[in-house]
């Protein structure tokens, strides 16, 4: 009678077959010997490594004789006891030179620098004047400017151009008009005029009256360059 394997003969089983079990178990083993005899052969490299080091330290002192067995062995290592006594140990609480703190403390935190940051100074605002000549004819300011600067060469003697606001001739925060301007040049440029004008540069010249006989530059040097 033949053997008939039925599909319902594996119900039962739990887990992997036994062959697959043993195959496993025999891997293990074999890993498992791998890695000892590696870890024998790492610790036979570590001792030497020790003793190569211990042999170099040795060699750096002055008293080293490589025909010595001490030179390479400690006296421990030979079985060789010393006569001489060991030095005592003697604790830290015990030792006078050594002040031992049993209460803790907190030292104070470190002090933080305040940056002080400097106060922007505050640019200072310029005022501003209101303009005497707002609302008044070209004309009339061309007239009061011009007589303005005659009665001061009468009573003062010649003047700068830059100087009118500083000597009162014209008002402060009066702003002249590019035709009373004009208009003003072309009065002193007039031989008929009393009032004279003499450009000395490109931004500087100065007011004097036609009454005076002397030359424009004995004018500025005698009466205006000693007195600026």
Same mark, same amino acid.
């Given at each position: 009678?033949?053997?008939?394997? #039925?599909?319902?003969?594996?119900? !039962?089983?739990?887990?992997?077959?036994?062959?697959?079990?043993?195959?496993?178990?025999?891997?293990?083993?074999? /890993?498992?010997?791998?890695?000892?005899?590696?870890?024998?052969? =790492?610790?036979?490299?570590?001792? !030497?490594?020790?003793?190569?080091?211990?042999?170099?330290?040795?060699?750096?002192?002055?008293?080293?004789?490589? $025909?010595?067995?001490?030179?390479?062995?400690? =006296?421990?290592? %030979?079985?060789?006891?010393?006569?001489?006594? *060991?030095?005592?140990? /003697?604790?830290?609480?015990?030792?006078?030179? /050594? *002040?031992?703190?049993?209460?803790?403390?907190?030292?104070?935190?470190?002090?933080? $620098?305040?940056?002080?940051?400097?106060?922007? @100074?505050?640019? +200072?605002?310029?005022?501003?004047?209101?303009?005497?000549?707002? !609302?008044?004819?070209?004309?009339?300011?061309?007239?009061?400017?011009?007589?303005?600067?005659?009665?001061?060469?009468?009573? @003062?003697?010649?003047?700068?151009?830059?100087?009118?606001?500083?000597?009162?001739?014209?008002?402060?925060? +009066?702003?002249?008009?590019?035709?009373?301007?004009?208009? %003003? $040049?072309?009065? /002193?440029?007039?031989?008929?005029?009393?009032? *004279? #004008?003499?450009?000395?540069?490109?931004? *500087? !010249?100065?007011? #004097?009256?036609?009454?005076?006989?002397?030359?424009?530059?004995?004018? #500025?040097?005698?009466?205006?360059?000693?007195?600026?």
């Amino acid at each position: 009678m033949t053997d008939v394997e #039925y599909p319902w003969g594996s119900l !039962g089983r739990v887990g992997p077959p036994r062959e697959d079990i043993d195959g496993l178990t025999a891997l293990l083993e074999s /890993v498992k010997s791998s890695l000892l005899e590696e870890i024998s052969s =790492l610790k036979a490299e570590v001792e !030497g490594l020790r003793a190569d080091l211990l042999h170099y330290q040795r060699s750096q002192l002055d008293d080293f004789d490589e $025909k010595s067995v001490t030179s390479f062995l400690s =006296l421990d290592d %030979l079985g060789i006891v010393s006569e001489e006594p *060991r030095p005592e140990v /003697v604790p830290l609480s015990e030792n006078p030179n /050594v *002040r031992v703190i049993e209460d803790g403390f907190t030292a104070p935190p470190p002090s933080k $620098k305040v940056n002080k940051k400097k106060a922007k @100074k505050k640019k +200072a605002v310029k005022k501003v004047l209101p303009n005497p000549f707002e !609302g008044i004819d070209d004309n009339e300011v061309l007239d009061e400017v011009y007589n303005d600067i005659l009665v001061y060469l009468e009573n @003062k003697g010649p003047v700068m151009n830059n100087n009118l606001k500083r000597t009162g001739i014209i008002p402060e925060g +009066a702003i002249l008009t590019k035709k009373v301007k004009d208009g %003003l $040049k072309q009065m /002193v440029s007039q031989d008929t005029n009393s009032v *004279r #004008y003499h450009k000395l540069d490109k931004m *500087r !010249g100065f007011y #004097y009256g036609a009454w005076d006989d002397r030359e424009p530059m004995d004018i #500025y040097n005698q009466d205006i360059s000693k007195t600026n």
